[in-house]
């Protein structure tokens, strides 16, 4: 099992907004079969949100955030995440489970 994390910060005052809008992209990746979870980081720590996906091998988890990007349904949340992290870098890495 492979497990995808995406880190993101939010600017100022927009987290609330972000974990939202990572909620839309949890509850379409369920629809796909992938499960996907939602971490927070202590605001004053630098605030990132974490969204956990487990995939069943490293070639699923490299083409899943592809195929998501190129979809219609998933192209607007993706634009809302872009506008709320502006200025702030996303951190992703893999992470091999048992």
Do not use: C
């Amino acid at each position: 099992m492979i497990r995808v994390v995406r880190r993101f910060i939010a600017k100022p005052g927009k987290e609330r907004e972000l974990i939202d809008v990572l909620k839309e992209i949890k509850a379409y990746s369920a629809t796909q079969g992938i499960t996907g979870r939602i971490f927070t980081e202590p605001w004053g720590l630098g605030g990132a949100v974490h969204i956990h996906n487990d995939f069943e091998d490293a070639a699923r988890a490299q083409s899943w955030w592809q195929t998501l990007s190129t979809n219609s349904r998933a192209e607007e949340p993706l634009r809302r995440i872009q506008l709320l992290i502006e200025g702030h870098r996303v951190t992703s890495f893999l992470v091999k489970t048992t």
